[in-house]
């Protein structure tokens, strides 16, 4: 059986590796922040604790079979309902907190390593989880900035004669379309929005710069 220190150093030990990533989902703003991933982790430890040692004194006994990985076990399914609730899906299409319910499953697996007595495996889990969520941060964003999607929005007359403009913007090699939709406004305007991958500021302004010299073009603007 477990020394009640035993228990009490697991269950501090918990709190803390699920504090250290909690405070770096706090700054953000997170719904799940600081004593969401706290909680998550002492309560993972608990039940891993319970899982381990909670059926001791029946173990043995004539009739009884138990397996006591099988409770620490459900913690790795029923969490997805926790982190299931982080995700928010807007009516752009944005998917947002994909990384901050990755996080609280790995909290829970924290949880349970130091339930279990692995406290290098969580020290560890915890300091890799926390590299990954802050210190590759801005790299992730580079990249983001670098090749994330723009959109482009071409307004064009419908007086004039577009076809040269659509041979230019399906030629441009610079431009690796995804979608391209037509839509014609109420003054007789037609608008172009053609979502392209893989561009940066510059290729854009460039591109911009050049589909402005079309004389069919009113305006053109343009978003990630």
Known sequence: MISYT??????????????????????????????????????????MIVSAFGFSD??????????????????????????AGTILFSKQGTIKGLTTA?????????GLATGGGMYFAAGATTIVVLIILWALKPLEFFYANKYRDTTLRITTSLKKDNT??????????????????????????????????????????KIVSELQKNEAVKEINWAH
């Open 6 to 47: 035993e228990i009490l150093i697991r269950l501090l030990l918990a709190s803390l590796f699920g504090a250290l990533i909690g405070i770096e989902r706090e700054r953000k703003h997170w719904a799940a922040g600081l004593r969401t991933h706290m909680v998550v982790c002492v309560g993972s430890c608990l039940i």
């Open 58 to 83: 029946i173990l043995g006994t004539p009739n009884v079979t138990l397996d006591p990985s099988r409770i620490a076990a459900q913690v790795i399914s029923g969490i997805g309902f926790l982190g």
């Open 102 to 110: 990755s996080g609280v499953w790995a909290v829970a697996g924290i």
């Open 164 to 205: 040269e403009l659509l041979k230019e913007l399906l030629n441009k090699e610079d431009l690796i379309i995804q979608n391209f939709n037509i839509e014609k406004d109420d003054d007789d305007n037609v608008i172009y929005q053609v979502k392209c991958f893989n561009l940066d500021t510059e290729k854009i302004n």
